[in-house]
């Protein structure tokens, strides 16, 4: 059974214009009964018709619309700034196929060193001289350098995925300088692990620039202040 409160709810919704919580022929239907919500509603529309024709203190000026000073004044520099976000995510796309290409050609190479390794003879048997384990080894990092080569051609199709990468290559630079400092310290270090590092350096700082591109400065920017917000 429905009260006084929620009626007048309704009644109070209805000269809003909002949704009211009862229908109207149930509102209508208690008012014909019930002297006290004629009452209340009889005052709330006075009082609305009231307020509909106060005049403003000011004489009834409205104040000035600066709607469009606002956007004016704000959309130059928001121009500027998509402008240099689309141009410089376009530059890292680009290098990102660029060094996708060069990880391809890395990789096709090590399969023909692979298959270099293992010669079949016309009889369909390997030679005594092949070496199985180099050749795998050559297999294994041609693998690593197509399948990365795949991932730089997918974020430069969809940035937005770059999140997902820029950690793996970021990890396997770390450790791969790791072992070239190592190198450098025995006096083993050779010349493809120092292409290898420079070119994995090249990746990873091309995604990093797609992902400040993608995403925009003002991220890195809120990061950066999250981090060196001090506890409440």
Same mark, same amino acid.
């Given at each position: 059974?429905?009260?006084? @409160?929620?009626?007048?709810? !309704?009644?109070?919704?209805?000269?809003?214009?909002?949704?009211?919580?009862?229908?109207?022929?149930?509102? @209508? %239907?208690?008012?014909?009964?019930?002297?006290?919500?004629?009452?209340?509603?009889?005052e709330?529309?006075?009082?609305?018709?009231?307020?509909?024709?106060?005049?403003?203190?000011?004489?009834?000026? %409205?104040?000035?619309?600066?709607?469009?000073?606002?956007?004016?004044?704000?959309?130059?520099?928001?121009?500027?700034? !998509?402008?240099?976000?689309?141009?410089?995510?376009? #530059?890292?796309?680009?290098?990102?196929? #660029? !060094?996708?290409?060069?990880?391809?050609?890395?990789?096709?190479?090590?399969?023909?060193?692979?298959?270099?390794?293992?010669?079949?003879? @016309?009889?369909?048997?390997?030679?005594?001289?092949?070496?199985?384990?180099?050749?795998?080894?050559?297999?294994?990092?041609?693998?690593?350098?197509?399948?990365? %080569?795949?991932?730089?051609?997918?974020?430069?199709?969809?940035?937005?995925?770059?999140?997902?990468?820029?950690?793996?290559?970021?990890?396997?630079?770390?450790?791969?300088?790791?072992?070239?400092v190592?190198?450098?310290?025995? @006096?083993?270090?050779?010349?493809?692990?120092?292409?290898?590092l420079?070119?994995?350096?090249?990746?990873?700082?091309?995604?990093?620039?797609?992902?400040?591109?993608?995403?925009?400065?003002?991220?890195?920017?809120?990061?950066?202040?999250?981090?060196?917000?001090?506890?409440?």
């Amino acid at each position: 059974m429905i009260d006084h @409160d929620q009626v007048q709810a !309704a009644l109070s919704a209805r000269l809003d214009g909002e949704p009211s919580p009862l229908d109207d022929d149930v509102v @209508d %239907a208690h008012l014909t009964g019930c002297a006290q919500c004629r009452q209340f509603q009889e005052e709330a529309v006075a009082l609305s018709r009231r307020l509909r024709f106060i005049e403003p203190a000011d004489g009834g000026m %409205a104040p000035p619309d600066l709607s469009e000073l606002i956007i004016a004044g704000v959309e130059p520099e928001w121009r500027r700034t !998509a402008n240099s976000r689309m141009v410089g995510l376009a #530059v890292s796309r680009i290098l990102l196929i #660029v !060094a996708g290409l060069i990880w391809v050609v890395w990789g096709v190479q090590l399969l023909g060193d692979a298959g270099g390794l293992t010669p079949v003879s @016309d009889d369909g048997v390997v030679a005594l001289d092949s070496d199985p384990r180099t050749a795998s080894l050559l297999v294994d990092a041609a693998a690593f350098r197509l399948s990365l %080569a795949l991932g730089l051609f997918t974020i430069a199709w969809k940035p937005r995925l770059v999140s997902g990468l820029v950690t793996v290559v970021a990890a396997l630079w770390t450790f791969m300088f790791g072992f070239v400092v190592r190198d450098l310290v025995l @006096d083993t270090v050779a010349g493809p692990q120092l292409v290898g590092l420079g070119l994995l350096l090249f990746t990873a700082v091309g995604m990093v620039w797609t992902w400040l591109n993608h995403h925009g400065y003002v991220t890195l920017r809120a990061v950066w202040r999250e981090l060196a917000a001090k506890p409440v």
